[in-house]
């Protein structure tokens, strides 16, 4: 028997360890399925696959507010949603700024994005299945000098909903894309993290005092 860890370097074995630990399903539902970089390393595909923008034919169209699924229907779904926001100037550009924004997508406003957070967990947890699992991807982030634990909030509305925190993996990275004005401004550590949390509709109390 091999120990399951709570880092890694590779988001398919973490995926696959959320499984084997909390899931007595593969991942059933991908609402925000992308290019499918989730499936490239042995993890099966999921029945159910809905992007805002499908790039394969057997993607549907869907927003992850307002899914074509039914209530308590899943067991697992999985959630990578956009983790930034700017509605800078750079974004028009055909350049090198703004990498990370111009790869992920992005909202305008710190506010719409947190505020998506909040509305797909509700939709999840409509769609989930009592004790069923949401594996959330998720990153924390700086901007314009603030600190927001993205992390913290999601965990923090997820369990006002009725979610319980069931475990939280961190995904290690050995390199992060960083403009020459983020090393000569840096005021934070830049982060070389992400994390994938593991949220139970379940409930269940957790009393620290």
């Known amino acids: 028997m091999r120990l399951i860890k709570s880092i890694s370097y590779s988001q398919h074995d ?16 991908d609402p925000t399925y992308g290019n499918g970089n ?3 390393g042995k993890v099966k595909e999921p029945k159910f696959k809905f992007d805002i923008k499908p790039k394969f034919a057997d993607v ?15 067991s697992t779904a999985i959630f990578d949603p956009p983790f930034l926001a700017t ?3 750079s974004l028009l550009m055909d350049d090198d ?5 111009k790869r992920f997508g992005v909202f305008d406003t710190e506010k ?4 998506f957070y909040i509305d797909s967990l509700k939709e999840f947890y409509r769609v989930l299945k009592q004790k069923g699992i949401l594996i959330f991807k998720c990153q924390d982030k700086i901007s314009s000098s603030t600190q927001y634990m993205s992390h913290v909030f999601i965990i923090n509305e997820a369990e006002k909903l009725g979610f319980y925190t069931k475990d939280l993996f961190v995904l290690l990275s050995k390199h992060r894309i ?3 004005w983020q090393l000569k401004n840096q005021k934070n550590a830049r982060k ?14 957790v009393r620290y005092i």
């Open 14 to 29: 973490i995926i696959n360890n959320i499984l084997k630990l909390h899931c007595n399903s593969d991942i059933e539902l």
């Open 38 to 40: 989730f499936y490239r």
């Open 60 to 74: 549907i169209a869907s927003e992850v507010t307002n899914l074509p699924i039914k209530n308590d229907s899943i």
């Open 87 to 89: 509605k800078g100037k």
């Open 97 to 101: 700024s703004n990498k990370i924004n």
């Open 112 to 115: 719409e994005l947190f505020r």
């Open 178 to 180: 960083v403009a020459n």
């Open 192 to 205: 070389f993290h992400s994390y994938f949390l593991v949220l139970e509709k379940n409930k269940r109390e």
